[in-house]
């Protein structure tokens, strides 16, 4: 038999992304010591969080092992930081910090921008054109051509 062991590439690890969070709720680790049930809990939350859309379009490394590289790239890793320390300050009962929320709000959005998809929606049958449309080719009436049939 067989095993498969997966290995991540790179990214830095998921304590570095922990800690950083835990910098940005004010909790730094050299004035509070955490615990490692406090560290085990946060890394539940990074887990759970990863799993969600945008997320889980970074190719996050899942193990539930701190020391493990995350895989994240690096221009999405203060988005991740920013994230986890919203999630971290809300179960630790802290206030936002108004100097917080607009760098956390941009490195969240550039994420979710580089992430989100535009659905193309083709045009109903029989939409009109509007006034300043040419005809070009073969389109000489009014409306839309029908794409849905291939000409034979």
């Not at 996050?60 to 790239?73: C, L, M, Q, R």
Request: glycine share 8%; aromatic share 10%.
């Amino acid at each position: 038999m067989t095993t498969i062991i997966h290995v991540s590439e790179g990214g830095i690890t998921k304590n570095d992304l922990i800690s950083m969070a835990f910098e940005d709720c004010r909790l730094a680790g050299y004035d509070f010591d955490r615990t490692p049930e406090e560290s085990l809990s946060v890394l539940r939350l990074l887990e759970t969080m990863m799993r969600g859309w945008p997320w889980n379009k970074l190719g996050y490394f899942h193990s539930g092992n701190e020391a493990d590289k995350s895989n994240i790239p690096d221009d999405a890793t203060e988005g991740v930081v920013k994230a986890l320390a919203l999630r971290l300050m809300g179960n630790k009962g802290k206030a936002i910090p108004e100097s917080f929320r607009p760098v956390a709000t941009q490195a969240i959005n550039y994420v979710r921008a580089q992430y989100a998809t535009v659905t193309r929606i083709p045009y109903a049958q029989a939409t009109v054109r509007g006034a300043g449309a040419r005809r070009y080719q073969n389109c000489t009436g009014p409306f839309f051509p029908d794409y849905s049939q291939e000409e034979a």
